[in-house]
């Protein structure tokens, strides 16, 4: 849901767009950070957030890393 968000945000557009792994974290909502394949050899690290399902609003895109590697962690920023 939120690849529209990202590649507006880059001024791109990806081929591949497929989520590998995600950690969560509880906020007041759901924090998703999510390492997302976007080439053979470029990955990215989203960070999504969910609200509380009684606000009933789509998952947005907090802020997002490029330049990853299928190695790199998946860590908070």
């Not at 997302?36 to 947005?60: G, I, M, T, W």
Request: proline share 5%; charged share 20%; glycine share 4%.
């Amino acid at each position: 849901q939120v690849k529209p968000q990202f590649e507006s945000s880059e001024n791109k557009t990806y081929g591949i767009f497929k989520a590998i792994i995600y950690k969560t974290q509880v906020v007041a909502g759901i924090n998703y950070f999510i390492k997302v394949q976007v080439s053979d050899a470029e990955y990215v690290h989203l960070r999504v957030f969910q609200s509380l399902p009684d606000k009933n609003q789509d998952p947005s895109l907090v802020s997002f890393q490029t330049g990853k590697t299928r190695d790199d962690p998946l860590t908070y920023f």
